[in-house]
């Protein structure tokens, strides 16, 4: 027998295995398999009735793929334990523009008044040119890695990045070093509108910013990082450039897209942002096969997708998320694809790119952390005890990423200026 049947059959096997041991981690053991950590009883009491929620739904659904009922399976993973609406706060946050002042909690569709579709898109449209039946960028070497937006609604930033670096790398840029900063457009698209910081945002107004506020070019994630919660919300002056061999030279929208037409763009430009609903249980918890089970079409999570394809009989979207490689299948999840599952198709952004003169960036080096002086340190060790190494920790509505010696604890990242307020809201914790 092939050795690669061997494999198949073996890890299918494990697989089935595994399903049929109902999951019951408790908090002990997810704070040890996550290195996550809560602030007091009360907020590890909330995650623990969080955490058997989302175990009785994912053995529920791994009970229906393992008797051929469902498409896909679930697994836990390091936002298990967060309630429905810390989820939506920290994980979602896409928005489309409105005249009227005011949001709902993700994306909106403006008024048919204000929908259009750029002219390039409709000759693309024009040209009624057949898509081919499945298409995969990451195979072609045009998708970087997913990367994690952590606490801050800033997913729309995410998608129209990762949509720029597809868009260059299929214009002849270099794989090698690609990663830009999104931190860059959130703070220089910031209006407290449609660009709103960690309170949502719309792609297509990051992608219109990309263009004309830096040229469609932007700094290397080492030289302008990711602040997460903490953004600077004002455009630096003195900005550098990192010259990946292309650039961005127009964004592309369509406010009545449809799945016909995102087969179109995904396969012309080899990606596109498309908004979809992201609350459910069953979506934060996917772990692989295609996703089947959204409750709405009212969309507040912007992504990318990246391909598209067939699985089992089943038709897919292959999607890239910020939340992290770990999330799902290395930070992918395939959505059904032909019902507008979850709403996606309703709304697109892609780009064009074209090539650049001079000479090519060499990849910078991210620096080390900063020394944190002893004045951003906040000491847990009355409320947390026995701190001891890098954390998720969380207290009340508060995530933060923090290093701990004997409950001493420093933000991980480099941004925040006062450590208490980053880690619990407060001048001391």
């Known amino acids: 027998m092939n050795s690669k049947i061997v494999l198949a059959v073996f890890l299918l096997a494990g697989f089935v295995a595994c399903q049929d041991t109902d999951l019951s981690e408790g908090e002990a053991s997810f704070e040890s398999e996550f290195h996550v950590k809560y602030g007091n009883k009360e907020d590890e009491k909330k995650a623990g009735e969080n955490l058997a929620k989302a ?26 334990d967060l309630s429905k609406s810390q989820f939506e706060k920290e994980k979602e946050g896409a928005k489309i523009p409105r005249t009227k002042e005011g949001r709902g909690l993700g994306a909106i569709l403006p008024p048919e008044s204000e ?47 990762g949509a720029h670096e597809t868009c260059m790398l299929k214009a002849g ?20 509108k449609d660009m709103n910081g960690c309170e949502g945002a719309h792609s ?61 763009l995904v396969s012309t430009y080899g990606a596109a942002v498309s908004y979809i609903y992201a609350s459910d249980r ?42 992290g490689p770990s999330w799902g299948k290395n930070g992918m999840i395939k959505v059904r694809r032909g019902t507008n599952e979850c709403g996606i198709g309703k709304y697109c952004y892609a780009a064009q790119c074209d090539k650049t003169s001079g000479k090519l960036s060499d990849p910078p080096v991210t620096p080390p952390p900063k020394p944190i002086p002893p004045q951003q340190e906040c000491d847990l060790s009355k409320t947390s005890p026995g701190l001891n190494g890098s954390y998720t920790l969380r207290i009340g509505n508060i995530e933060s990423k923090v290093t701990c010696t004997n409950s001493i604890c420093r933000p991980t990242i480099a941004g925040p200026s006062n450590a208490c307020m980053y880690i619990c809201g407060k001048l001391a914790c």
């Open 282 to 323: 069953a979506f934060g918890n996917y772990g692989n096969g295609v996703f089947s089970a959204c409750t709405s079409k009212e969309i507040n999570h912007a992504v990318l997708v990246v391909g598209y394809g067939t699985e089992n009989g089943v038709n897919y979207w292959l999607v890239k998320n910020s939340w």
């Open 115 to 161: 929908w259009y579709t750029s002219p390039e898109l409709e000759e693309l449209y024009a040209s009624r040119q057949t898509p081919p039946s499945s298409f995969d960028a990451t195979t072609l070497g045009l998708v970087t890695p997913a990367r994690d937006q952590m606490s801050c609604g800033s997913c729309a930033a995410f998608a129209a990045t």
């Open 55 to 80: 175990e009785k739904q994912i053995n529920e659904q791994n009970k229906l793929f393992k008797e051929g009922k469902s498409t896909f399976y679930e697994q836990l993973n390091e936002f298990s």
């Open 204 to 264: 297509g107004s990051y992608g219109r910013v990309f263009t004309s506020k830096l040229g469609g070019q932007s700094p290397h994630e080492a030289t302008y990082p990711y602040l997460d919660t903490q953004p600077k919300l004002s455009c630096p002056s003195g900005k550098t450039v990192y010259n990946s061999g292309a650039y961005v030279k127009t964004p592309l929208e369509d406010y009545q897209c449809s799945e016909a037409k995102l087969m179109q």
């Open 173 to 192: 840029a270099r794989m090698n070093g690609l990663d830009l900063s999104e931190q860059m457009i959130v703070d220089c698209g910031y209006n407290g």
